[in-house]
């Protein structure tokens, strides 16, 4: 993986005055809070460096448009009841009047876009995607997938009109969060665990639950809870009178946590691939099914730093505790 300071070059070139984001994400059935967390580093970036003008159209979820809104970033919002084929309208109407250098495609489903690229082009547009498991290359201007498995999967694709930017090492990581402290305990194994922004599948109670079946005396689990999260009662309920473990609610930056911990537990989607930047030890969980393969191919190389190294014997008691083997 590499800085994003060394590689933002190649992408976007000066003058870049404004940049459109299409991106969602809420409490919802298959979004994802990594999404709109890449959409607004990156934003953050294209502001800092060129003061670019950055706009969000989202469908109107209130827990993704309040996250980023808190990070200063202007938002239009989309009945997120629509139909696909209304919402590409809706992007047309806000390409027409923000009139974007570029407008960055950060969604589950593209096809419904594809009937319009030639008009968002005729305003002057240049598109990019960011994709993490279609592994399909649309008719845009550049092509993101930071998937460990993206090279594999579009082995031998070639595309002499899109620009690739294909695998980890384009993985979008903003260094100043570094910069944060975590207050993580000093005399205990610090085990952070993090099922991302909403957690709709309910990842971090199962896992709790198998956890508490055992004493941890010497460990401090911190379970860090995103701004979709809406399991706190059920979580509080299961944790009270527990000193080995602590919740902390949608922290400002959760990588102060993952940088200071000794051992983390996380899904198959962004937590997992920051935690490879940081090089951590971890364990991930996929929590939906297109985290499989990605997440068996991390364990496969070795990148969750156990596969290759005797573990430590907490994390060998947590891995067995979850009935998860830690071996490749």
């Known amino acids: 993986m590499r800085s994003l300071n060394e590689w933002i070059h190649q992408v976007f070139e000066p003058p870049l005055r404004r940049v459109l984001f299409r991106v969602d994400a809420g409490a919802v059935s298959r979004l994802s809070f990594g999404h709109a967390s890449r959409c607004r580093i990156l934003a953050k970036i294209l502001w800092e460096k060129w003061d670019a003008e950055c706009l969000f159209l989202m469908q109107d979820f209130p827990e993704g448009i309040d996250y980023i809104r808190q990070h200063g970033f202007r938002v239009r919002t989309i009945d997120g009841q629509e139909s696909l084929n209304l919402c590409s309208a809706a992007l047309l109407r806000s390409v027409r009047e923000f009139r974007p250098d570029w407008l960055v495609l950060d969604v589950l489903e ?18 990019l995607v960011m994709d993490d498991c279609r592994f399909q290359i649309p008719p845009v201007d550049v092509y993101f997938n930071s998937s460990i498995l993206a090279h594999e999967k579009l082995a031998g ?14 993985f979008i990581f903003d260094e100043e969060l570094l910069r944060g402290e975590s207050n993580l305990a000093k005399d205990r194994f610090n085990v952070v665990l993090t099922f991302g922004g909403s957690d709709v599948t309910g ?68 937590t997992m691939y920051e935690l490879i930047y940081l090089g951590k030890n971890f364990l991930s ?30 994390a060998q008691s947590i891995a067995e505790c979850l009935r998860i083997p830690i071996e490749a």
Request: glycine fraction near 8%; hydrophobic fraction near 40%.
């Open 203 to 270: 990842m971090t109670v199962k896992t709790i639950e198998q956890l508490v079946k055992k004493d941890w005396p010497a460990v401090l689990f911190t379970v860090i809870l995103g701004p979709g999260f809406s399991g706190q009662t059920q979580l509080g309920t299961l944790l009270e009178g527990r000193d080995s473990f602590r919740m902390v609610l949608n922290p400002p930056n959760v990588i102060p946590y993952l940088r200071d911990c000794d051992f983390a537990l996380c899904a198959g989607g962004r």
């Open 157 to 170: 694709v070639k595309s002499v009109k899109t620009r690739l930017f294909l695998g980890p090492r384009y």
């Open 285 to 314: 969980i996929p929590s939906v099914d297109h985290e499989v393969e990605g997440v068996e191919m991390v364990k496969t190389m070795g990148l969750n730093r156990l596969a290759n190294e005797f573990p430590h014997p907490i």
């Open 110 to 127: 593209l096809d419904p876009f594809l009937s319009v690229y030639d008009e968002i082009r005729s305003h002057g547009s240049r598109i």
